[in-house]
């Protein structure tokens, strides 16, 4: 199989998923077996959170299959090496996790394609005992800098207010929303991801965080004001398994305010109801948000099927997210689709 081949990634990824949940069981399984203290050490919740673990690791080596991007497999496994060694758990245990997935996964597959699984996967493998060293660096000083700080330690304080007051302390001196949401609460949001990711902070302090950011959005949304003309009907949304909402919930505030007429469906949603409102709506643009790289292949699935249920009704579709950082090829070979990668560069192209 090439992977070259568009059509040949896409059935391969799905083959993938089909056969999630049985690999996953099995690895967890002969996991356990192996290593018995496991059972001592985190008993069935452990099972579970292996189980699931499983499920994640071929979820994103179907998106990576799908995108054709060996480097996205590879940047998932460094991640998630380095998560899982913040918790004390050693990149060996995830190197062993993936042999086991090719190991099973291996007698569903054809010769073909699993020669193709193998090769992503041996690079997975490498990257876990292969860590970039954890970066402390900081993003670049700009006139919201002071402001970002701030935020950032309100959110994770769990000051609801105080969060509030800043970024509204920073609109009323002037402040362009586009650099609020860029500049203060997505950079905000990133830094917590890492705090996160490097066991410095708990998920229920991340989930605080992204909640208090979640309600700063929905407070200044009424301050939004919509000029000109209007500019057409867009559907923002993320695809069904997209369970990453502040990015699409930035980019549909911000084209409202730029004279779009909005509908923000949310993320995971079911393709029948995207494709219902697009159809109720006369959409003439599709934002759809993906952030990450396993839900490609439920991007691809709603792309196409948007464009074979409309044909030449079928509205624009534009793709954002950090799904797409690896993938160049990606819209272009899943056919009538662009991507725009951030919230400027997406301003510019739909409000020129």
């Excluded at 998923?17 to 985190?42: C, G, Q």
């Excluded at 054809?110 to 970066?135: H, K």
């Excluded at 959110?155 to 650099?179: C, F, M, T």
């Excluded at 949310?266 to 393709?271: A, E, F, L, V």
Aim: with cysteine.
């Amino acid at each position: 199989m090439k992977l070259d081949s568009g059509i040949d990634r896409f059935n391969l990824a799905h083959k993938l998923l089909s056969v999630k949940m049985n690999v996953s069981e099995a690895i967890t399984s002969e996991f356990f077996h192996l290593h018995p203290d496991w059972t001592t050490r985190y008993g069935e919740d452990g099972r579970r959170h292996c189980t699931a673990d499983a499920c994640f690791h071929i979820e994103f080596l179907a998106g990576a299959i799908e995108a054709g991007s060996p480097k996205a497999f590879v940047d998932y496994a460094r991640w998630t090496s380095a998560m899982l060694g913040a918790r004390g758990i050693d990149a060996h245990t995830l190197e062993e996790n993936l042999a086991q997935l090719e190991k099973h996964i291996s007698p569903r597959l054809l010769p073909a394609e699993q020669d193709a699984v193998s090769a992503f996967l041996a690079m997975g493998r490498q990257a876990c005992t292969m860590q970039e060293p954890v970066s402390d660096a900081q993003p670049p000083d700009g006139p919201l800098r002071l402001t970002m700080r701030a935020f950032l330690a309100a959110i994770l304080d769990g000051h609801r207010q105080a969060a509030l007051g800043i970024v509204e302390e920073a609109l009323n001196k002037g402040a362009p929303h586009v650099d609020i949401y860029i500049d203060v609460i997505s950079e905000s949001l990133h830094a917590v991801g890492k705090l996160w990711e490097q066991n410095k902070i708990s998920v229920a302090k991340e989930h605080m965080a992204t909640a208090i950011a979640q309600y700063v959005i929905a407070m200044i949304y009424p301050r939004l004001v919509s000029s000109g003309p209007c500019r057409g009907n867009m559907v923002v949304t993320g695809v069904s398994g997209e369970q990453h909402q502040v990015g699409a919930n930035l980019v549909a505030d911000s084209m409202e305010a730029n004279g779009w007429n909005v509908r923000f469906l949310g993320t995971d949603m079911p393709h029948s109801t995207i494709l219902s409102i697009i159809e109720d709506n006369s959409t003439d643009v599709l934002c759809i948000s993906t952030t990450l790289v396993a839900n490609l292949p439920s991007t691809a699935e709603l792309a196409k099927s948007v464009n074979d249920r409309l044909g030449n009704r079928a509205p624009r579709i534009v793709l954002g997210g950090t799904a797409y950082r690896h993938v160049p090829r990606f819209a272009r070979e899943i056919g009538s689709t662009e991507t725009m990668s951030g919230l400027r560069l997406a301003l510019a192209a739909l409000c020129p």
